[in-house]
């Protein structure tokens, strides 16, 4: 599968963003999908997964209650809705896909990644 990540951009502290990632593949609907970032200087970190279905959510405590993601299976598509945005949110985020089963999933079990969008929060 195929992912293109959209969305990024500057927003001031406390604005909003919401992250786009659309899949290739009418299968996406087979694939637990993920959200991760990458700040200068830092290694990737988890942010967010949803499960196949769109059931089940999974955050990383550092977004959890401001961050939601959602997918749109009939799409092909992806989201993450960012709010109460922080300058420490800043980094470029990846869209990412894995066919496993483990809920909440590994990292690295996710072996399909996007090209990433570069969100800036400024203070």
């Known amino acids: 599968v195929q992912l293109q990540a959209s969305g990024g951009g500057l927003v001031q502290a406390g604005g909003s963003l919401r992250l786009s990632c659309a899949a290739s593949?009418?299968?996406?609907?087979?694939?637990?999908m993920g959200w991760f970032r990458q700040a200068p200087g830092k290694e990737r970190e988890f942010v967010a997964a949803i499960s196949w279905s769109g059931v089940n959510t999974y955050y990383a405590d550092s977004v959890k209650g401001r961050f939601t993601i959602s997918r749109d299976n009939a799409k092909n598509t992806m989201y993450v809705q960012m709010n109460s945005l922080k300058p420490e949110d800043t980094a470029v985020y990846y869209c990412?896909?894995?066919?496993?089963?483990?809920?909440?999933?590994?990292?690295?079990?996710?072996?399909?990644w996007g090209q990433g969008t570069q969100v800036t929060v400024s203070s």
């Open positions: 593949r009418r299968t996406f609907s087979s694939y637990t």
């Open positions: 990412a896909a894995n066919l496993g089963s483990t809920w909440p999933p590994l990292s690295r079990m996710f072996g399909y």
